[in-house]
């Protein structure tokens, strides 16, 4: 177990050294130790590494894996950090990478990439569940919709036909 923990700090070092994929190797090992895996701050350290991998390698990716992993590392370790020592910065990653789910959604916006964005809008939705108490859905909800129906008045305003939708 104690070994595990050191490739954790190992893991945390290459990180700090700009050293992404020897610090994903270690951590993806280190995690599956049953020690490190009760650990809230391998988690956190596991969510850190994964978004430094999103935002270096992945940013552009709609669909990144790195970013979706970050996530689910950082609730676990939310749910491990019963003491609430590193919560508001697990909060405060967690609120980055959700927004980015929001952005990409926005931009991904037309008549062809309806999945995607639709699926990128309900992770930053659950994922600002999580982070914020006070989070309003609905609000965001019409926010988003309204966005989605201006670009849609815009790709109808182009072509000026009825046919816009069916053609894009």
Partial sequence: ???????????YDYVTQ???DSAQILIDIAIQDPEAAKDFQSWYIRGFIYKEIYKQKEVSD??????????EALKKALE????????????????????????????LMDTINFETYEELFEKFIAT????????????????????????????????????????S
């Fill in 1 to 11: 177990g104690f070994a595990q923990l050191e490739k954790v700090q190992q893991a």
């Fill in 18 to 20: 700009s050293k992404l």
């Fill in 62 to 71: 709609y669909k990144s894996p790195a970013r979706d992993l970050s996530i």
């Fill in 80 to 107: 491990l950090d019963v003491e609430k020592q590193q919560s508001a910065s697990i909060l405060q990653n967690l609120k980055f990478l959700g927004s980015k789910y929001k952005n990409d959604a926005i931009k």
């Fill in 128 to 167: 600002y569940k999580i982070c914020d108490p006070g989070f309003v859905e609905k609000s965001n909800r019409i926010e988003y919709y309204l966005a989605l129906s201006y670009k849609f008045q815009e790709a109808f305003e182009q072509v000026n036909t009825t046919h816009t939708l069916e053609l």
